[in-house]
């Protein structure tokens, strides 16, 4: 399984992007698909994850309202729209698939064992 996540770029306070993630190769079983970020010289920090069970969304508070995660059968892919981006946002963004079953909070990186390469975004005042 391959997660390739893209449409990373440089850009100005209230900009918008739109980050994707296709996934490929053989099917794998998972309970849902999410985006982290690292920044430098911090921890990789979650941002969003949808469930397949529930289809229901979770969002950082920082993020609420400003960035929408969603899935797109036809093309394997997940896409994260951020909106109104910030000076803060900037880090490297990362795909992740979530294990089937998992303890704890989805916010935890643990929980997720499939990651592609991340793509830097930027954010300039």
């Known amino acids: 399984v391959q997660l390739q996540a893209s449409g990373g770029g440089s850009v100005q306070t209230g900009d918008s992007l739109r980050l994707s993630c296709a996934a490929s190769g053989r099917t794998f079983s998972s309970s849902g698909m999410g985006w982290f970020r690292q920044a430098p010289g911090k921890e990789r920090e979650f941002v969003a994850t949808?469930?397949?069970?529930?289809?229901?969304?979770y969002y950082r508070d920082s993020v609420k309202g400003r960035f929408t995660i969603s899935w797109y059968n036809a093309n394997n892919t997940v896409y994260l729209q951020m909106n109104s981006l910030k000076p803060e946002d900037t880090a490297v963004y990362y795909c992740a698939g979530r294990r089937p079953s998992f303890s704890g909070s989805f916010s935890d990186p643990t929980v997720y064992n499939y990651w592609g390469p991340g793509t830097q975004v930027t954010v300039s005042s």
């Open positions: 949808f469930s397949w069970s529930s289809d229901r969304t």
